[in-house]
């Protein structure tokens, strides 16, 4: 169900494949500052990205792209796109250093997102973000996503702490076509607290 590729103007995406073990490796899985938010440590040997590339190449569940320059093909970073169930989507994403704050990770989570909620069977799709991890959370905001408040000791973030973080939980959703914009049932749920 995954698309081959993704094209943006600042990227194109396209599966992993084993051989991205090593520019992965160099630009974005051994770098503590790209890690530091996420739920794995940085890789310290070559052999820990050939395994995490391996698994992504064979999973049944998820498709990984490599985020890759539209010019010269050099990898920038990753993308990984999961089946959180029949009717939502889940993703994650991390660019190499010399890659920030170029408006790429934006494009392309606008572009992925786009696709998503435009396929018949796809009503949400979404992510979980450190609450201290600016910077995802702005490309979540500026690519459209709102915020549906905070789950407390949800996920681990190895690098900062042993223990659970709270996160902020960001989806886009699709409308019913005949309904209301506002007829959703976090809506109705919302003016229900409201009049109480
Ligand atoms: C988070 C990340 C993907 C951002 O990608 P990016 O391509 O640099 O983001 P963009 O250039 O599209 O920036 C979008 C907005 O976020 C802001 N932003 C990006 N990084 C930021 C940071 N570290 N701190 C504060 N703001 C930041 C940009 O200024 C921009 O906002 P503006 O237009 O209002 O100025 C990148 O920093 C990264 O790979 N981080 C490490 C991995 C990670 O944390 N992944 C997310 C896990 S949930």
Known sequence: MFPKHFRTARAILRPVSEEDALPFFEGHAQDADVTRYLTWRPHSTLQDTRDYVRACVHSQSSCTYAITDPVEGAVMGVFE????????????YALARPHW???IMTDVLTSVADWALSQPSIWRIGAYVDL???????VMEKAGFESEGVLRRW?????ISEHPRDCAVFAKTRQSQNAPADDTGANVYHRRLTIA
Do not use: D, V
């Open 101 to 103: 704050g170029r408006g």
């Open 132 to 138: 201290e991890n600016t910077g995802s959370i702005r």
């Open 81 to 92: 796109l999961r089946n959180a169930g029949a009717t939502k989507l889940e993703f994650g």
């Open 155 to 159: 996920l681990i973030h190895p690098n």
